[in-house]
């Protein structure tokens, strides 16, 4: 039988069960029928494609039929294969499911109390309730740990917040913003979930983006937005609390490095099978063929690494350098992968008509995103060598 992907090589997508493979199934079906058609006019003009949304909530993938254990939960490979084929298809689309389905939701499950996390998840995995991840600050991306200066304030049973966050996917049209913020009390970063219109929230779309464009990112500015203390999650008390979402959150956006370049390895594969010069098809070359070797390498290489991480992620290890090291090593192999891919389609690699060229752009802000190269690389140093680099 034909492997489920083109690019899994070693065909770890077999150690998916059967509805968990329906259900990926039927999420190609409405990507390729209902968004693949969309996407370069929609990136083209910087403006994400709503009406993909429903059919995508409609898919219920947070919670498909058969694929939840007792608790409702799916399995962590599930979980990454769904962000690996919705990379596969759009990096844009991905990362937008990805704020609600990984940033917004193990935010609540993981910084919420107990009742909060039992509360919220069913409206969370219907999308009734939907939420993004307010962390990065204007003058704060990379050293946000100890930078951090959007303030919180407890007055009574409400708290009050200042500052501003930038970057915020998806916040436009979110209820509710996960907003970190760092109590003027104990000097701690606590988070809170602030309904996106409550009074001295107010915000803009960040324009003019080369990468990721069909992705709505916000700049927020919060003036005194005031919060009953029951919008806080209270299991975030600490910036440790906020490194262990961090953990898992890495790993869903390795995922989405995986998928993105297995996106653009099997556009160029079908491109170079079907394009001709000196009579031939390009694919024939060996020049051309030792480009698609690299990158099918490079695919398998990052799927196996994702693959073992999140198995002992289900065994319940998690390490910051783990995933750190897993959003390192496959944005670096996704952006050689995305750039020979670009490079075997020639001239008509730098246009929208092929996907090519979208995956080419996007893999920049997904190698930025959730960590960059470098702070991924000295988390990584850190444990390696016992010597922190980078305070
Ligand atoms: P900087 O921190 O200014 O870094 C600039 C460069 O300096 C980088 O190459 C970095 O690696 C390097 N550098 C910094 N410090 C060191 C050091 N000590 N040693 C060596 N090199 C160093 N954030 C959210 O909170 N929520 C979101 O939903 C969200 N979505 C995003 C979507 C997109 C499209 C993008 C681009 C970003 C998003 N972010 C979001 C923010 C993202 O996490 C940050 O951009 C990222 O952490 C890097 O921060 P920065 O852009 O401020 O870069």
């Given at each position: 039988a ?19 493979l ?30 993909i ?11 498909p ?96 917040i ?61 003036r ?31 995922w ?64 910051d ?35 090519v ?35």
């Amino acid at each position: 039988a034909a492997a489920f992907y083109p690019s899994d090589r070693y065909g770890y997508s077999e150690l998916l069960s059967t509805p968990e493979l329906a259900a990926l199934g039927q999420l190609r079906t409405v990507l390729d029928k209902q968004v693949a058609p969309l996407l370069g006019e929609y990136w083209e003009a910087g403006e994400f494609p709503y009406q993909i949304r429903q059919p995508l909530v409609d898919l219920n993938l947070m919670a498909p039929e058969g694929a939840t254990d007792s608790q409702g939960r799916t399995s962590g490979l599930y979980t990454g294969f769904r962000n690996f084929e919705l990379a596969r298809t759009d990096a844009s689309v991905a990362t937008f499911y990805n704020a609600q389905s990984g940033l917004f939701r193990t935010t609540v499950l993981k910084g919420g109390s107990p009742e909060q996390a039992a509360d919220l998840d069913p409206k969370i995995r219907s999308f009734e309730y939907t939420g993004v991840f307010a962390l990065t600050e204007p003058d704060h991306g990379s050293d946000i740990a100890g930078g951090l200066e959007t303030s919180a304030w407890r007055e009574g049973d409400n708290w009050v917040i200042n500052g501003a966050k930038r970057w915020i996917g998806g916040a436009f049209t979110a209820d509710v913003l996960a907003v970190f913020a760092r109590d003027e009390a104990d000097g701690q970063v606590k988070a809170f979930l602030v309904p996106r219109e409550t009074p001295g929230v107010s915000m803009s779309k960040i324009l003019r983006k080369t990468s990721l464009r069909m992705m709505q990112n916000a700049d927020i500015e919060l003036r005194a937005v005031r919060v009953p203390d029951t919008a806080r999650l209270s299991n975030i008390n600490s910036f440790k609390d906020v490194a262990a979402l961090m953990r898992r959150l890495r790993s869903d956006v390795a995922w989405i490095a995986c998928g993105l370049q297995a996106g653009a390895y099997e556009a160029a594969l079908r491109y170079t099978l079907e394009r001709q010069q000196f009579g031939r098809s390009l694919a024939s070359f060996q020049l051309t063929q030792q480009k698609l070797a690299t990158m099918a390498a490079n695919v398998t290489a990052s799927l196996g690494m994702v693959v073992r991480l999140t198995q002992r992620q289900e065994e319940g290890i998690f390490r910051d350098e783990d995933s750190a090291m897993a959003k390192m090593f496959t944005c670096t192999a996704m952006r050689e992968t995305v750039a020979l891919a670009r490079e075997v389609v020639g001239g008509n690699g730098i246009t929208l008509d092929t996907d090519v060229a979208r995956f080419h752009a996007d893999a920049e802000a997904v190698y930025s995103y959730e960590g960059t190269h470098d702070i991924n690389a000295l988390i990584l140093g850190r444990a390696l060598t016992g010597t922190g680099a980078f305070r």
